[in-house]
């Protein structure tokens, strides 16, 4: 009998494609086989996000799309949670589920096309199935969040912080390293609370026992012989201890740490932690220890009461921080977060403004420090070829949301190696190089 075929559909963050990436793998352990097109599809799987409102929009028309071509879909990930909503614009699908739920995705799998063998590791890479490129990967090291921000569902959609075993992590992290990842990009909800919920239990790998906090975590991954990059950290004291070893070359000197603002009273009223002014005072000091450090954030503007004194400081906040790469968002209101009910809520024109403002300031200084970089001399690994370019990134770079290393007329260089290079040209977002060979 010939395999179930199965299409699916990935949407959202690096979280939800993990997600993506082990049903995947466990669809290929099953023999079920992956397909491009809803036409060849016995069934299809989409995995949604729903956190803003045009993320739902966008999973809604996904899961319709999939209707219309294919009729047999299965909806799982962070809309899954809203199953009524879901079921009330689409009653006639198979199933929903939430997010990371694995074995509810592959009982409604086997419920409508059962599979064809038993289960086989042998039968798939020991990495399983990736949806990123062969030299990079992703590793969610916890489940759900326990921050209670107000313009934030996720601990609805996805529940409260649950952590992997330590032993689990980096028995995954070095089979991955052992398949030709060069790279790993740490992921969580929030990966610095790392531990908090199962207290610090020791956890044991390899027959010795680890400590299951973050600083001990992000020491072990450094011994892998891959890049490590964090993100999604938030400015903790315990991260101070992640510091020295990125100067040392244990980890990449980067971090990406989600403020979302800097104005003491909008951060209240996010129930965000850390004050802007601490924080500023850590950052100072995690540059003298690393001076390479690269740091990226994401800020959301017009958020229910922000005032023109709250946003001028934070255009003086980027000022002083002087971050490496930022996001802006407009705020928008989210089907079930507590900021829904706050007062005065910002026009529309008012958030486009000073999502414009804040991006042409911080523009500035990104152009002004890749500027800087001109005549370094500094490792890179190559991610694509493009025409005749190759394009790269460096341990500042992280894919797909920051910039990238163009290096012109050199698109023979093999994807997934690392080279030195000489930057030649910079503009505010992107840097040029040439190799040196």
């Given at each position: 009998?010939?395999?179930?075929?199965?299409?699916?559909?990935?949407?959202?963050?690096?979280?939800?494609?993990?997600?993506?990436?082990?049903?995947?793998?466990?669809?290929?352990?099953?023999?079920?086989?992956?397909?491009?097109?809803?036409?060849?599809?016995?069934?299809?799987?989409?995995?949604?996000?729903?956190?803003?409102?045009?993320?739902?929009?966008?999973?809604?028309?996904?899961?319709?799309?999939?209707?219309?071509?294919?009729?047999?879909?299965?909806?799982?990930?962070?809309?899954?949670?809203?199953?009524?909503?879901?079921?009330?614009?689409?009653?006639?699908?198979?199933?929903?589920?939430?997010?990371?739920?694995?074995?509810?995705?592959?009982?409604?799998?086997?419920?409508?096309?059962?599979?064809?063998?038993?289960?086989?590791?042998?039968?798939?890479?020991?990495?399983?199935?990736?949806?990123?490129?062969?030299?990079?990967?992703?590793?969610?090291?916890?489940?759900?969040?326990?921050?209670?921000?107000?313009?934030?569902?996720?601990?609805?959609?996805?529940?409260?912080?649950?952590?992997?075993?330590?032993?689990?992590?980096?028995?995954?992290?070095?089979?991955?390293?052992?398949?030709?990842?060069?790279?790993?990009?740490?992921?969580?909800?929030?990966?610095?609370?790392?531990?908090?919920?199962?207290?610090?239990?020791?956890?044991?790998?390899?027959?010795?026992?680890?400590?299951?906090?973050?600083?001990?975590?992000?020491?072990?991954?450094?011994?892998?012989?891959?890049?490590?990059?964090?993100?999604?950290?938030?400015?903790?004291?315990?991260?101070?201890?992640?510091?020295?070893?990125?100067?040392?070359?244990?980890?990449?000197?980067y971090l990406d740490i989600p403020f979302q603002h800097s104005a003491p009273a909008l951060l209240k009223k996010m129930k965000r932690p850390a004050a802007s002014e601490k924080v500023l005072s850590r950052l100072q000091a995690w540059r003298t220890i690393c001076p390479e450090l690269t740091l990226r954030s994401t800020f959301i503007v017009g958020f229910p009461g922000e005032t023109e004194a709250d946003f001028e400081h934070l255009l003086g906040f980027l000022t002083e921080a002087q971050l490496d790469h930022v996001g802006c968002f407009q705020y928008s209101p989210v089907d079930g977060a507590k900021a829904n009910a706050l007062p005065n809520a910002l026009p529309e024109t008012e958030k486009v403004a000073r999502w414009e403002a804040l991006?042409?300031?911080?523009?500035?200084?990104?152009?002004?420090?890749?500027?800087?970089?001109?005549?370094?001399?500094?490792?890179?690994?190559?991610?694509?070829?493009?025409?005749?370019?190759?394009?790269?990134?460096?341990?500042?770079?992280?894919?797909?949301?920051?910039?990238?290393?163009?290096?012109?007329?050199?698109?023979?260089?093999?994807?997934?190696?690392?080279?030195?290079?000489?930057?030649?040209?910079?503009?505010?977002?992107?840097?040029?190089?040439?190799?040196?060979?």
């Open positions: 009998m010939p395999p179930a075929k199965i299409g699916f559909i990935s949407l959202g963050c690096p979280k939800a494609l993990v997600d993506s990436e082990r049903i995947l793998t466990q669809l290929s352990i099953e023999g079920y086989e992956v397909v491009q097109t809803y036409q060849d599809a016995d069934i299809v799987v989409v995995n949604t996000c729903g956190f803003i409102d045009a993320a739902v929009e966008e999973s809604l028309e996904a899961i319709g799309e999939a209707l219309d071509e294919n009729g047999r879909v299965i909806v799982t990930g962070c809309l899954g949670a809203k199953a009524g909503l879901v079921e009330a614009h689409y009653p006639n699908v198979l199933a929903v589920t939430g997010a990371h739920a694995y074995e509810a995705v592959m009982q409604a799998v086997h419920e409508h096309t059962p599979p064809i063998l038993d289960p086989h590791t042998s039968l798939l890479p020991p990495e399983g199935i990736k949806l990123t490129p062969k030299h990079y990967a992703y590793l969610k090291i916890s489940e759900g969040c326990h921050h209670q921000c107000t313009f934030c569902i996720i601990p609805d959609l996805r529940g409260t912080l649950v952590s992997r075993p330590i032993g689990d992590i980096l028995q995954e992290a070095e089979t991955l390293v052992a398949s030709g990842v060069k790279e790993l990009l740490v992921v969580a909800q929030d990966t610095s609370a790392y531990g908090l919920d199962i207290k610090y239990r020791t956890g044991f790998w390899q027959g010795r026992p680890y400590r299951s906090d973050f600083a001990t975590l992000v020491q072990a991954l450094g011994a892998l012989g891959a890049w490590v990059r964090l993100h999604y950290v938030y400015p903790y004291p315990h991260v101070d201890r992640v510091i020295p070893m990125m100067a040392d070359g244990v980890v990449l000197p991006m042409a300031h911080q523009q500035a200084i990104s152009e002004a420090k890749l500027a800087n970089k001109i005549g370094q001399t500094m490792t890179i690994l190559i991610d694509a070829s493009e025409g005749d370019n190759a394009i790269a990134r460096s341990a500042g770079e992280a894919p797909e949301i920051d910039g990238c290393i163009y290096l012109d007329g050199y698109d023979e260089l093999p994807i997934g190696t690392f080279y030195d290079a000489e930057i030649v040209s910079a503009d505010a977002y992107d840097l040029w190089a040439k190799p040196i060979l």
